[in-house]
């Protein structure tokens, strides 16, 4: 049976933003297995609260997405993905890329992209017959959005302090842009890590999800069901890992079934599509040379996604 992690609780209304910046490398003890590790150096989780979405709109967004998931599938499917952003439906995505299954994982997800570039979204409450359902689908959706997108900002901040660089440094490089935010329903995901900077993650409190413990091939801990209510569960992306080096870890993880089904709604913070991501001065050296060439946010992306879909047309209906 996997233990719970304790992980640091990133607090963003705290006005000591150094004090708070450091716990974001604090070292953190597994419960009753004696392993002690740094969250984002070897874990590359935490837990986000006072984020400023109003519980209120949680709520809302949690309702809106069990009542999409709820309809017929042949409905579902008037939204397959386009432009990365849409229905996908079960089995639809291999997110494990180095496993040899014909299938992807047994989820849905519902993807929405940057709202700057909103007319490529798809809007399930502007569609005649549902939208009786969802009137204010996409007005609960954006305003989600905006406010995660706020939250995810800070906390990047705080990254860059606790990397010792100036809190505006991501902003300053040109890399903040939100790119992807999804809504999913998750029956299970295999192994995986996230391609972007940071994903913030809300649960409806189903247990499931998994973290892979350093040093420790295929032992997991589990962290869904020790959030603190309406916190974020935090990770490291691919991509953060690249620029620090391996500093932060971009942790493999992965959602088990329990019996029940479980929503998650997962916001991928990503960086713009024209920066290139290399290793940042701060976390290289003579002896530990830059692991990663450097690489167009986009071209990791892309190819990401690419890989993601699933590879025999047999087993899905929508092909990213």
């Known amino acids: 049976m996997s233990e719970a992690l304790q992980l640091p609780v990133i607090d963003l209304s ?10 974001i490398r604090q070292r953190v003890q597994s419960l009753n297995l004696g392993i002690v590790s740094q969250a984002c150096l070897d874990l590359g989780f935490l837990y986000l609260v006072n984020h400023g979405v109003e519980e209120e709109l949680i709520k809302e967004v949690f309702e809106h997405s069990k009542k999409f998931f709820a309809l017929p599938v042949e409905e579902k499917v008037k939204f397959a993905v386009k432009n990365h952003r849409g229905y996908t439906g079960l089995y639809d995505e291999k997110l494990n890329t180095s496993l040899n299954a014909a299938k992807g994982g047994a989820k849905e997800s519902f993807y929405i992209g940057t709202l700057a570039e909103n007319q490529l979204n798809q809007w399930p409450s502007e569609v005649f017959g549902i939208s009786e359902d969802m009137p204010s689908w996409r007005s609960t959706m954006e305003a989600y959005y905006k406010k995660v997108l706020s939250a995810g900002i800070k906390l990047i901040s705080l990254i860059a302090l ?3 660089l100036d809190e505006d440094f991501f902003q300053k490089s040109g890399a903040l842009r939100d790119v992807d935010s999804s809504r999913e329903r ?3 995901a295999p192994a995986h890590s996230d391609y972007g900077m940071v994903t913030l993650l809300l649960t409806d409190g189903v247990p499931g999800l998994q973290a892979c413990l350093p040093g420790k091939i295929r032992a997991t ?18 991509m953060m890992e690249r620029w620090t080096n391996c500093l932060f870890r971009s942790t493999m993880h992965r959602v088990m079934p329990t019996g029940q089904e ?10 713009n599509k024209d920066c290139i991501v290399e290793c940042l001065e701060s976390s290289c050296s003579e002896s530990c040379p830059p692991r990663f060439p450097p690489i167009r946010s986009s071209d990791y992306l892309e190819e990401g996604i690419r890989l993601a879909a699933t590879a025999s047309t047999e087993n ?5």
């Open 262 to 271: 479980r929503y998650s709604v997962a916001f991928f913070l990503e960086p």
């Open 186 to 188: 998750e029956y299970g």
């Open 316 to 320: 899905h209906r929508i092909n990213i």
């Open 221 to 238: 801990e589990s962290l869904g069901g020790c959030a603190k209510h309406n916190a974020f569960i935090v990770n490291i992306g691919d």
């Open 162 to 164: 606790a990397l010792n």
């Open 14 to 23: 705290s006005e000591d933003r150094l004090s708070t910046a450091k716990s």
